[in-house]
């Protein structure tokens, strides 16, 4: 699994430094972006939807706590480590009531910002392990940012017999392209069918498989009486 982080601090130094000096790739973080303020760091998170802010709290326009809680209003999952030079115990508690990951003092310590970056994306990792039914639906696809946006519907999933006469007709007929197609559309209208008991969907996928051996299985008797 990779992540996006995205650094915030009104000053060019603190930026560069964390974005030339963290070990971003032993971390799992393939993409790192920049805002310069909270306001246009609440732009970059509508487009780039980091997994991480590192951000300053005393910020020009839109202070780090502010910037948080905009940013959480559309990406709820996103994880916050937050610098800053005062030890304002008020930022601290405002941080804390805004599910901060961590909270860092300035002047920089790489190794802690590291190290904390190590956490949060480990934990991120733990969270993002699919369950047995998004496994079941999804495979390896489940377990990217976007399955949490889609909860399990009660929704069950019947194919119907005309399906299977027509998915019949066209293996014998050893029609690919639409056999493909009938197929993805099986599995693109049984993936939103979240409450598909899970015998049912295996009946359904043995009965699609006895459709091809038995194909087959025809192909080889004619093969040999030929």
Not at 14 to 28: C, D, F, G
Not at 92 to 117: G, Q
Not at 166 to 181: A, W
Request: glycine share 4%; charged share 30%; net charge negative.
């Amino acid at each position: 699994m990779n992540f996006t982080v995205l650094i915030v601090d009104d000053e060019a130094m603190p930026r560069t430094v964390l974005r030339e000096h963290i070990p971003w790739e032993e971390l799992s973080v393939t993409k790192v972006c920049l805002a310069t303020d909270g306001a246009e760091a609440v732009e970059q998170a509508r487009r780039f939807q980091p997994d991480i802010i590192i951000s300053d709290i005393k910020m020009p326009r839109l202070n780090g706590l502010e910037m948080a809680a905009a940013v959480r209003e559309f990406l709820p999952a996103c994880q916050f480590i937050f610098l800053s030079g005062y030890s304002d115990k008020e930022y601290l508690k405002s941080a804390i009531r805004l599910r901060a990951a961590s909270y860092v003092e300035k002047p920089l310590n790489l190794d802690e910002i590291t190290a904390t970056v190590r956490e949060v994306t480990g934990e991120l990792q733990r969270q993002a392990k699919p369950s047995a039914e998004e496994l079941f639906f999804h495979g390896e696809h489940g377990s990217d940012k976007t399955r949490n946006d889609k909860p399990l519907n009660k929704d069950s999933f019947d194919a119907g017999e005309t399906f299977h006469s027509r998915l019949d007709h066209l293996i014998r007929q050893n029609k690919k392209e639409d056999t493909f197609v009938a197929l993805r559309r099986l599995y693109e209208e049984a993936s939103r069918c979240e409450g598909t008991p899970p015998e049912s969907l295996r009946h359904l996928y043995c009965r699609i498989l006895f459709l091809f051996l038995h194909a087959a299985e025809s192909r080889n008797i004619r093969t040999l009486t030929a």
